[in-house]
């Protein structure tokens, strides 16, 4: 689906607008809609039957349906698909490409934001709880879907866990075959999935149409007045039916904003709420239904269908998460705040399906930790929600941000806009910040511990691109002892040397020449630099400058969307000019051992665990797709 972003939500022109449009609303549906979807399974059943529930009078039940339809109005059809999807970093979305289009400086500005760090922050801190949220949709998803297995008869009670994980496991393994071949089949079932979800809905609602009396925001305001700090408690399982609008901000990229918001206006949003209101109307007629409103609005004959299409439209939920999290990754290495791990990209024509076997396993032993430790979908849903709470107050600050700066708003127009979005997102987290004693505090305890990583990785890479420059020399002095009479021996071909710092001399260079006292005829001095887009264009992606004394300068560009390819680099070098013969090319790499020590930079802890992810990063040979073969290794100790 990426070849659709070059221009999201942008019109074409021509007479088959309106058919492309739709057929990307309804890959959509499998998408992006996959998390918020799959939320009637467990919503309302939290809300009347939950740790935190509630009696389900009937003004109870009305209010908590009126909460559930202005949740869904204000912070998914206004917060993020009317707002937050303006915030496009080039067709992009998500908490880091925000983080990097609030840090992007607008023309005539090369100061940097005055509040840099603490954006810097609150990206990074977001997207750690993302990953909360990726480890525990698959596990709530699959529980709550196969638990209607239960409804059906208690014979399956014991089972419930071992099918669950039998299920994640599978889930897990497909991943490094990629969703290409069974991705076009996501759209059309999670479209079954959205009409039978209001037809099950329309089945109860037409027995009490009183219940639409809900949609009205009194009942809401009642709920509260009536039932007070036990109402503002409800609140957090009331968020459980928005817990995929980051998702769907995320995904932005793959579909445009036009085919997104088609999808949600036209069908999910219907659909939801039908359904919802359905569950509403069982539970008016019979409030022993709250064990499980959703499978029990279903006739007993069609129980074990409806069964298996949730067990599918969770399993397609969770995909959508776990490919969320991937992107995610490859976006924080290619911004620098992650170690270089293994992409392998599971298909040929989109750029967007990668699968990560290192985080692949992480994520299932968490999600396996998740499902052993908690049990069950009721239990679970007490770490679910804050997470998602915290990065959609995160990202509502953000957007402010660049609503004020690359919008042009008036501080009397953001405001209030951004203010209601505020007071919303922060009245949620509260209201989740109570789960903390009851499994609240896993997503939390992963996000702090990401925090840290990310934070040090980035840190402790500035600290050592500070260290080599100053063991390095400057290029104009290396060049002006080149051309004396102590010219060292040169001898045929081409040697890269791959530097970070592309005024300066590569460490690796001047161990070559220390060490073995040659150079190369023609010397490559290769810089990649990661930017804060998603994509460059491919007119820009390569600049060659040639130097004296048979050096060249080749700088690369690449998107935190994009995977750089030395074989790429050097087919575009070519066309500019770039004379050199692969078998004939030898490339330098610097390997440095990171020694801690109780100088200025971080703690000693910090340069540890920096040293550690050094170790375990991903060598720059199988990253960058160089001929293993053409590699020399130049080491050198480095003190932090």
């Known amino acids: 689906m990426n070849a659709t972003t070059a221009a999201p939500g942008t019109p074409s022109e021509g007479p088959d607008t309106f058919k492309r449009t739709a057929t990307l609303a309804l890959g959509a549906l499998g998408i992006v809609y996959g998390d918020i979807g799959t939320s009637p399974l467990y919503a309302l059943r939290e809300c009347f039957s939950g740790p935190h529930s509630i009696e389900p009078t009937p003004a109870n039940v009305m209010g908590v349906l009126s909460l559930i339809f202005w949740s869904l109005f204000v912070l998914i059809s206004m917060k993020y698909l009317l707002f937050v999807t303006r915030a496009d970093n080039r067709g992009e979305g998500g908490i880091l490409a925000l983080m990097a289009l609030v840090l992007q400086r607008p023309k005539g500005i090369r100061a940097p934001h005055p509040a840099r760090p603490v954006l810097v922050a609150l990206g990074l801190f977001g997207a750690a709880l993302l990953y909360g949220d990726g480890i525990i949709t698959p596990a709530m998803s699959v529980l709550s879907a196969v638990e209607g297995l239960s409804v059906a008869t208690p014979l399956f009670q014991p089972y419930l866990l071992p099918i669950s994980l039998v299920i994640l496991l599978g889930l897990f393994m497909l991943q490094?075959?990629?969703?290409?071949d069974i991705g076009s089949l996501f759209g059309p079932v999670?479209?079954?999935?959205?009409?039978?979800?209001?037809?099950?809905?329309?089945?109860?609602?037409?027995?009490?149409?009183?219940?639409?009396?809900?949609?009205?925001?009194?009942?809401?305001?009642?709920?509260?007045?009536?039932?007070?700090?036990?109402?503002?408690?409800?609140?957090?399982s009331v968020f459980l039916v928005v817990t995929g609008g980051e998702a769907l901000y995320a995904d932005m990229g793959h579909f445009g904003v036009k085919p997104i918001r088609m999808?949600?206006?036209?069908?999910?949003?219907?659909?939801?709420?039908?359904?919802?209101?359905?569950?509403?109307?069982?539970?008016?007629?019979?409030?022993?239904?709250?064990?499980?409103?959703?499978?029990?609005?279903?006739?007993?004959?069609?129980?074990?269908?409806?069964?298996?299409?949730?067990?599918?439209?969770?399993?397609?939920?969770?995909?959508?998460?776990?490919?969320?999290?991937f992107s995610l990754t490859r976006q924080a290495m290619q911004l620098g705040y992650c170690p270089r791990m293994e992409v392998v990209h599971t298909s040929a024509e989109e750029m967007g399906q990668i699968y990560l076997p290192g985080l692949n396993f992480l994520l299932l032993a968490g999600v396996v930790f998740l499902v052993l430790g908690f049990r069950s979908s009721s239990?679970?849903?007490?770490?679910?929600?804050?997470?998602?709470?915290?990065?959609?107050?995160?990202?509502?600050?953000?957007?402010?941000?660049?609503?004020?700066?690359?919008?042009?708003?008036?501080?009397?127009?953001?405001?209030?806009?951004?203010?209601?979005?505020?007071?919303?997102?922060?009245?949620?987290?509260?209201?989740n910040a109570v789960k903390i004693p009851d499994g609240g505090w896993f997503p939390l305890l992963l996000a702090v511990m990401l925090f840290t990583l990310l934070?040090?990785?980035?840190?402790?890479?500035?600290?050592?691109?500070?260290?080599?420059?100053?063991a390095s020399m400057e290029l104009k002095g290396l060049l002006d002892s080149l051309s004396g009479d102590h010219s060292p021996h040169r001898v045929q071909g081409t040697a890269v040397f791959m530097t970070g710092n592309p005024e300066g001399t590569p460490p690796a260079l001047l161990h070559n020449l220390k060490h073995n006292k040659v150079l190369h005829e023609q010397v490559v001095l290769l810089t990649i630099l990661s930017e804060e887009v998603p994509h460059v264009p491919p007119s820009e992606r390569v600049e060659v400058e040639p130097l004296e004394q048979g050096f060249v300068r080749v700088i690369a560009r690449y998107g935190f969307m994009e995977n750089p390819s030395i074989p790429d680099i050097l087919k575009r070098g070519r066309e500019q000019g770039l004379q050199f013969q692969l078998m004939s090319t030898s490339f330098f790499l610097g390997r440095e051992t990171l020694i801690p020590s109780k100088k200025p930079g971080m703690a000693m802890w910090r340069e540890a665990l920096f040293a550690w992810m050094s170790r375990n990063a991903r060598s720059a040979t199988s990253y960058f797709r160089?001929?293993?073969?053409?590699?020399?290794?130049?080491?050198?100790?480095?003190?932090?």
């Open 379 to 431: 239990s679970l849903a007490a770490a679910y929600g804050i997470a998602v709470a915290g990065t959609a107050t995160i990202t509502t600050v953000l957007a402010y941000v660049v609503a004020r700066e690359r919008w042009g708003w008036r501080r009397r127009v953001a405001l209030p806009v951004v203010g209601l979005f505020l007071a919303v997102d922060v009245s949620f987290f509260c209201a």
């Open 455 to 470: 934070t040090t990785w980035k840190r402790g890479r500035e600290i050592l691109a500070a260290k080599l420059r100053e």
């Open 176 to 180: 490094r075959k990629g969703t290409g």
């Open 263 to 325: 999808a949600w206006f036209t069908l999910v949003l219907p659909s939801l709420m039908l359904n919802y209101l359905g569950q509403g109307a069982l539970l008016l007629r019979a409030p022993e239904a709250a064990r499980n409103p959703f499978y029990l609005l279903a006739p007993s004959w069609g129980l074990y269908p409806l069964v298996a299409l949730a067990m599918v439209a969770a399993v397609i939920a969770s995909q959508a998460l776990i490919s969320g999290v």
């Open 626 to 640: 160089i001929p293993p073969n053409r590699v020399v290794e130049l080491g050198t100790q480095v003190e932090l």
């Open 190 to 236: 999670m479209t079954l999935w959205f009409v039978t979800l209001a037809v099950l809905g329309v089945k109860e609602l037409v027995q009490n149409l009183a219940v639409l009396e809900a949609l009205s925001p009194v009942h809401g305001v009642r709920f509260f007045l009536h039932n007070g700090g036990h109402g503002f408690l409800v609140l957090g």
